[in-house]
């Protein structure tokens, strides 16, 4: 009798800790249905301005030093900075995360460098409660937090459409830099117009998947890669070149010529 009942006991633990288990999960997404209500009626300048104070303040941390505009200066974009946590470390730390711009963060399709988060109210709470090591911000603040990042588009680009099209005023360079992205290159398999990434995480060649990073204002946002291992673009693009060929089955390198067009269109967005 003693042996079952602590047989029964030890499992009904076990299952009371499973079930505690998702409730994070759960509460980001009723989170997210709630904001996402919200969203659907379109943006609410009130509700955007509440956002952009409460990016910018620091009691949302558990240090009281730390807001969200700490790490996404300049409107919402990105310090360059690799972080563990809120330390910085040096570029290439395989530990580290390069800070991501926020520009256009409203139309991605995946959220967090895992890309798990299920959407970007449930990423905001991520950064708040995980990293910022604040406390759990109620829904209001979450739906004010979207609000604001939503409002935040990349600057306007005469060569580029919203759609990511090269417009008529384009240069000979961006157009053809445009039909290596989407076609010789491989870029386009992952980095999907009009947003620029996909809902699917990648490996390549980091060793783990991590989320495809959108590519508007990719210009403005080194280091690059997850952990911010890539000083330059064009590092960025050789090594993606070469790895989306050579993973197709035809291994090649891009001509200086190929690169320098590609560059062209990716520094237009």
């Known amino acids: ?25 759960l509460a980001a997404i009723l989170i997210a249905i709630c904001c996402g209500s919200v969203a659907a009626q379109g943006p609410d300048p009130a509700l955007i301005e509440t956002g952009r104070k409460l990016f910018n303040d620091t009691t949302l941390s558990g240090s009281g030093q730390t807001s969200c505009a700490t790490c996404h200066p300049a409107n919402g ?27 256009g963060a409203g139309t991605r399709s995946a959220y967090s460098w895992a890309g798990t988060a299920p959407s970007l109210e449930a990423n905001i709470r ?8 604040g406390a759990e911000p109620p829904p209001e603040k979450l739906a004010a937090l979207a609000a ?67 590519l508007w204002a ?6 690059w890669f997850n952990d911010g291992r890539y000083k330059t673009l064009g590092e960025v693009v050789t090594y993606m070149w070469e790895f989306q060929s050579k993973k197709a089955g035809a291994p090649s390198t891009p001509t200086s010529a190929e690169l320098a067009d590609i560059l062209a269109y990716l520094d237009a967005l």
């Open 126 to 133: 991520g950064i708040i409660v995980n990293r910022m090591k």
């Open 77 to 103: 974009h990105t310090d360059n900075k690799t972080y563990i946590g809120l330390d910085v470390v040096a570029d290439g730390d395989p530990k580290g995360r390069s800070t991501p711009t926020l520009w």
């Open 148 to 214: 604001y990042v939503r409002s935040l588009t990349p600057p306007g680009n005469s060569n580029i459409g919203n759609d990511g099209l090269p417009t008529k005023a384009a240069s000979a360079g961006i157009q053809r830099g445009f039909d290596l992205f989407v076609g010789k290159g491989g870029c386009g398999t992952c980095h999907v117009l009009p947003t620029f990434d996909k809902k699917e995480a990648e490996d390549v060649g980091s060793g783990a998947k991590f989320k495809v990073p959108s």
């Open 1 to 25: 009798m003693c042996r079952y009942y602590k047989y029964s006991s030890q499992r009904g633990q076990e299952q009371t800790m499973k079930k505690l288990a998702i409730l994070p999960a």
């Open 218 to 223: 990719v210009s403005k946002t080194g280091p």
